[in-house]
């Protein structure tokens, strides 16, 4: 397949992780997911920290990124888009 995959931002990729990890993505949403995760160490790690969050607690949900935790990730990325 030679469809144009459009990129997704690291902020994009916050609010799909959750959907991701259930496998509740579409399939295009799926592909943009893994292509920005190829090409980001950032989000790398994020994931693997959710990976990780949900086999300590056996469950993910919204409510357990506070807000504070999100917008601390936020900076982050920022951090990493500028280099
Ligand atoms: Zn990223």
Excluded: K
Excluded at 20 to 48: K, M, S, V, W
Excluded at 60 to 68: M, W, Y
């Amino acid at each position: 397949m030679s469809v144009h995959i459009a990129p997704i931002a690291c902020r994009d990729l916050v609010e799909l992780v959750t959907d991701y990890l259930e496998g509740a993505l579409p399939p295009e949403q799926h592909a943009r997911f893994e292509n920005h995760i190829a090409g980001c160490d950032g989000c790398t790690t994020y994931l693997e920290q959710m990976r990780e969050t949900i086999r300590l607690t056996g469950t993910l949900s919204e409510q357990q990124i506070s807000p504070a935790a999100r917008a601390a990730l936020l900076h982050a990325f920022r951090g990493w888009a500028s280099g």
